[in-house]
């Protein structure tokens, strides 16, 4: 079972940017996939971005432009950066890792509340 703590969260303006950081209980190597996810409170949980074990990634439409993810084995970590951040952005942040052992699995963080005030 891999577990997943994220950080970075907090209240910002509108047009700020924060960094959201993921570590997570194993190697990354042993990882397929690791991803953020949002809710936004009274919507369903959505994908923002999602990182391959080979570096790859890939983004919700809206997410282009405005936020970047990166991963580093090292350190076991996976980092959102979001920039501009709009009051549409407020919400709570999930950090998720998809792992195959007999069948694919994913994993949850707690989530880490992000508000953004106009």
């Known amino acids: 079972q891999v577990q997943l703590v994220e950080s970075g969260g907090g209240w910002v303006q509108a047009g700020g940017s924060l960094r959201l950081s993921c570590r997570a209980s194993e190697s990354l190597d042993n990882i397929n996939t690791m991803g953020w996810y949002r809710q936004i409170p009274g919507n369903e949980r959505e994908k923002v971005a999602l990182i391959a074990h080979g570096g790859s990634t890939n983004y919700a439409d809206f997410a282009e432009g405005r936020f970047t993810i990166t991963r580093d084995s090292a350190k076991n970590t996976v980092d959102l950066e979001i920039i501009d951040l709009q009051p549409e952005d407020t919400a709570t942040y999930y950090c998720?890792?998809?792992?195959?052992?007999?069948?694919?699995?994913?994993?949850w963080g707690q989530g880490t509340q992000v508000a953004v005030s106009s």
């Open positions: 998720s890792a998809t792992v195959l052992t007999t069948a694919w699995e994913t994993y």
